[in-house]
């Protein structure tokens, strides 16, 4: 079984421009999480999909960022247009729509803004 | 709101030896999970354990143990017989039962293996 997978691995941009990060869920696997996690800092909750619904967005820092999950599978995050403070490293997860759910993890994009 | 708090940015280990990562967390909720994940340099995140506050029993999987004290808030990982393949940055997680699925983690904490 394929894990959840993100695409790219790495990406650099100028400030200003737009960057789109894909995740690929785990196939099955009902709720989609972003998170972030800056450098040294905790990892932190951007917004959760259950299937394609937005069912808490919460954590999404502001209007330059855009997250769509079209058909409930994969996932893209927009970020339009992009700042320095939006360097860091960005994790996707799925799960199961289970009580004890546990989240697997991506491995990531790295996002580095100059 | 919870928090999630590991106090040791990085720790060290003797190939073979024990150690103990702490975890701390503050809520006022008295039903939710707590998780321990791992990173391994340049790989993904892996769950190591998971535990549910209304179980007592402390969740264990082969070398892999926690102190799960509930009226403390503390959920501390103890790994024994630690091997090189244990180096990697561990994350303590807290998820509440009822409401949003969502992980609140800790800044994270460094092992090194030693060989």
């Known amino acids: 079984e394929a894990g959840v997978t993100q695409f790219p691995s790495h990406s650099v941009i100028e400030k200003g421009q737009t960057v789109t990060l894909r995740c690929d869920p785990i196939s099955g696997h009902d709720n989609l999480y972003w998170y972030r996690r800056v450098m040294g800092k905790e990892i932190k909750f951007l917004l959760h999909f259950v299937k394609e619904s937005k069912q808490d967005e919460s954590g999404m820092p502001n209007n330059r960022f855009l997250a769509e999950r079209t058909g409930g599978t994969y996932s893209t995050l927009k970020v339009q247009p992009a700042e320095l403070e939006d360097s860091g490293v960005y994790f996707c997860?799925?799960?199961?729509?289970?009580?004890?759910?546990?989240?697997?993890f991506g491995p990531g994009t790295r996002l580095l803004v100059l | 709101a919870q928090t999630v708090t590991q106090s040791q940015p990085e720790m060290s280990v003797q190939e073979a030896e024990t150690v103990t990562l702490s975890c701390t967390y503050d809520?006022?909720?008295?039903?939710?999970?707590l998780f321990w994940y791992k990173q391994p340099p340049s790989r993904q995140m892996i769950l190591v354990i998971r535990?549910?506050?209304?179980?007592?029993q402390n969740a264990t999987e082969n070398r892999f143990s926690v102190n799960f004290q509930k009226a403390a808030k503390s959920f501390s990982l103890k790994i024994s017989d630690s091997q090189l393949g244990d180096a990697a940055m561990y994350f303590c997680a807290y998820r509440s039962v009822p409401g949003t699925y969502k992980y609140i983690f800790g800044t994270g904490t460094r092992l090194k293996v030693l060989a």
């Open positions: 535990q549910e506050a209304y179980k007592q």
């Open positions: 997860a799925s799960s199961q729509w289970d009580r004890g759910e546990t989240q697997y």
């Open positions: 809520t006022s909720e008295s039903d939710y999970y």
